[in-house]
């Protein structure tokens, strides 16, 4: 029998209304949005379900995403599912570590708002972030080294999907080379700033002294990390790598193929969207996805549960 893998998606994915059958349905998910008010002193049920402008501004996206996430983690534990390892793309990576049990509900709540509030202030005037799609990656890591100023890759989504970052001037003088060398589109993404570049190391550091304060748990379930694309066995290795993982590429393709090679076979996808299993399909499309951003969708996983 194979393994299941419980992946959390990241900023981007966001929508309003995300989350609000789940907080009106089901005790448990209900608390999770509760308490991410507590921890971060923002009304969250209202963030996620009202019309606003807010819910795609970094330092309320982040915490907005987690809550859903985190209430429909809970929804599915109340199932008896369990993963054999989980990991998350950037801000997923926390929901990843609350179904790790590696730190509570509330102390992921309060470390990602703070998150969010330093990445949004970290954020330089003219940062960009440009999807470069059907390059290879090789050709997309030369380009960036070559091209003068602060650029790099920020995501290594899937194949044929790279993500990079930087100053606005390099981003665009290295999209410049990279459409004369073949690239069959980049795309622009709407972000409000360069995430996942050198440019956010002050924004590590700050989140580094918040986390001085969160008590880490002993890991119960395999979780992989962005940064390295490989399992965090020793629990004083989580805030570190936390701290990295906001200036350093997201190895998000590396790590879904560390899993298959592992034995797993059977991905679900927690959270708004479904833009991890829409990667799922271009690194490997034999493996079997699951979403699960309904409370309908607790039904496809019964065959799943003790």
Known sequence: ?????????????????MGKDFYEQIPVCREMFELASKASGLDVPALCFEENE???????????????EVAMLKAIEEKGLKPDVTGGLSLGEYGALAASGVMGPEDVFKVVRKRGIYMQEAVPQGGAMVAVLGLDTAVIEKICEETEGCVSIANYNCPGQIVITGEEGAVQAAVEKLTAT???????????GPFHSSLLVGAGEKLGTELENVEIHDIQIPYIANVTADYVTDKNDVKPLLVKQVSSSVKWQQTVERMIADGVDTFVEIGPGKTLSGFMRKINKEMKVINVEKVEDLEKLNSYCS
């Open 182 to 192: 073949g690239a069959k589109r980049c795309v622009t993404l709407k972000v409000s």
């Open 1 to 17: 029998m194979g393994k299941t893998a419980f992946m959390f998606p990241g900023q981007g994915a966001q929508y309003v209304g």
């Open 54 to 68: 807010q819910i795609n501004i970094t330092e309320y996206t982040q915490i907005a995403m987690l809550a859903a």
